[in-house]
């Protein structure tokens, strides 16, 4: 490989073991091949590029191959029909012109599909040998590492399913050293770690005379995870301020509940707009084998759910519901009976806070209502956990089960005392950060009152600028 050229990456390892996967994570492409917990799911080599994001120039070209499914019988046919003392790269272009290679062989021996990584190995400049850690070291495995040996390129080994609690990784270790295999990479591609990519690339740089091109897309792709994070909380940060100048007004002679209904729903739709702005964002789309986060149940509840406050360990009383829906002149027990809500009232009015502000109001006989402090801190804290879902999600990650990043535990009202309250949250309830109650007197910030949401959005960007260095400042020490 001459300085300046892109790398030509071989992914190869036993079926089922996630080369495909480790593909797509780094592809961040959810897209890329086909995952399936089964054997011999990719039957072809398949050629990806990771480029520079500016020139498009390949700085690595990857290819994903079928797995390896019959070393030992390989092996065996190299042992029976090259001679040893031929090199590696001999014995193996060998077999690849023999009827074995071909797929013409009649008889049980068809190693048509080991023959396609071997071929693409010799075309490659080195090897990930990607490793089920949760495997035993078996004999079969060992076959393929000399195989793999023959083609005379570095390989490295990549650890994948390292989250397991079965992974056997010392094992492995000792018979990869064995072989002269020291440097290997941990590289979990359902539960991401952007740190662990970054060292995979560091060890595959160090196993190179040339790696400016491994230097140049780690320094890109450093640049734009932090550039994606920032993005991101802007992003979070223009919602909440949306949310928080939210304003709409109410007559005394006026039925303020459809009022109240409509503003919940415009909540929940700026949410969930919110929500794949960052799922586009970390390029995780709609995709039919790859649930998204969003079908977590976590991320689609009602935000104005009181039993959702609880489990973020947000208080509210049912109290300041009921007694918001007084202060509108809402008969509670009226609205209990004839819409069957019962217990649930603090649902239909919750969130909204009213607020009669100014003595003009006063005699006009206006109220003003307001999304309230616990629902912005309950839209604040989801947000934010949707975005260390986000960065801690492969792009291999085929359910949602695979995602949640900390589950979050349902706690107990009671065991909370007040210094902790707000673990889970980004701030107390009652200390809402100054951009968040300052948007509280700029109705015109807010694209859900006004609907122009353009104009809206330039009103609120320097709030959400110093609203998001606090997201993450918030963010980085949670994460
Ligand atoms: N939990 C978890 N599952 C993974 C991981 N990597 C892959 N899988 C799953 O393992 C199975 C096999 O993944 P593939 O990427 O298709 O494996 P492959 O090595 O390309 O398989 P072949 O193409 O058949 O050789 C799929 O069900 C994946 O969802 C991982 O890091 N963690
Ligand atoms: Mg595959």
Redesign the pocket.
């Known amino acids: 490989m001459a300085s300046g050229e892109a790398l030509k990456l071989a992914v190869v390892?036993h079926?089922?073991?996630?080369?495909?996967?480790?593909l797509r994570t780094l592809l961040r492409d959810v897209y890329f091949?086909?995952?399936?917990?089964?054997?011999?799911?990719?039957r072809h080599v398949e050629k990806a590029q990771l480029t520079d994001s500016h020139t498009g120039e390949v700085f690595v070209t990857l290819y994903?191959t079928?797995?390896l499914e019959d070393a030992s019988g390989l092996m065996d046919w190299l042992e029976d029909n090259t001679a040893s003392r031929r090199d590696g790269i001999e014995r193996l272009q060998q077999f690849l012109a023999a009827d074995v290679a071909t797929g013409e062989a009649t008889g049980f021996d068809d190693y048509s599909q080991e023959a396609k990584v071997i071929r693409q190995l010799l075309a490659s400049d080195m090897a990930i040998y990607?490793v089920d850690a949760r495997e035993p070291v078996l004999g079969k495995y060992k076959d393929e590492l000399t195989i793999l040996s023959w083609a005379a390129i570095p390989v490295m080994p990549v650890f994948?399913?390292t989250?397991?609690q079965e992974a056997n990784i010392d094992d492995w270790q000792t018979m990869l050293a064995r072989r002269n295999l020291h440097i290997s990479t941990r590289f979990?591609?359902?539960?991401f770690e952007f740190a662990d990519e970054m060292r995979l690339w560091q060890n595959l740089a160090t196993m190179l005379t040339h790696s400016e091109m491994l230097e140049r897309l780690m320094q890109q792709r450093t640049e734009n995870w932090a550039r994606l994070y920032e993005e991101a909380n802007i992003i979070i940060a223009d919602f909440l301020l949306n949310v928080a100048a939210f304003v709409q007004e109410v007559s005394d002679d006026d039925d303020p509940l459809p009022i109240l209904t409509q503003m919940q729903e415009a909540v929940r739709q700026s949410e969930r707009a919110m929500q794949h702005k960052l799922l586009n964002l970390y390029r995780f789309y709609d995709n039919a084998v790859a649930a998204t986060p969003l079908e977590l149940q976590a991320y689609q509840q009602d935000p104005f759910d009181p039993e959702l406050l609880k489990s973020y360990g947000i208080r509210t009383t049912s109290g300041a519901a009921a007694g918001a829906l007084l202060g509108l002149g809402i008969d509670a027990a009226a609205l209990g009976t004839t819409l069957g809500l019962g217990a649930a009232l603090g649902g239909i009015a919750g969130g909204i806070l009213s607020n009669t502000s100014s003595i003009a109001d006063k005699i006009t006989g206006v109220k003003r209502l307001y999304i309230d402090p616990a629902t912005l801190t309950l839209l604040a804290t989801r947000a934010l956990d949707l975005l260390t879902a986000l960065r801690h999600r492969?792009h291999?990650a085929?359910d949602a089960t695979?995602l949640l990043y900390q589950e979050k535990t349902i706690i107990d009202e009671h065991e909370l005392n007040d210094d902790d309250s707000h673990r889970f949250t980004p701030w107390p309830t009652h200390k809402l950060p100054s951009e968040l109650k300052k948007a509280r007197g700029k109705p015109q910030w807010s694209s859900l009152s006004s609907g122009k949401s353009e104009q809206a959005e330039s009103l609120r960007i320097d709030a959400a600028w110093s609203l998001s260095t606090k997201l993450q400042a918030q963010h980085l020490g949670r994460e």
């Open positions: 390892g079926t089922n073991t996630g080369k495909t996967s480790i091949g086909e995952v399936k917990n089964e054997a011999a799911t990719t994903d079928p797995g990607v994948n399913f989250d397991s979990d591609s359902v539960a492969g291999a085929t695979q």
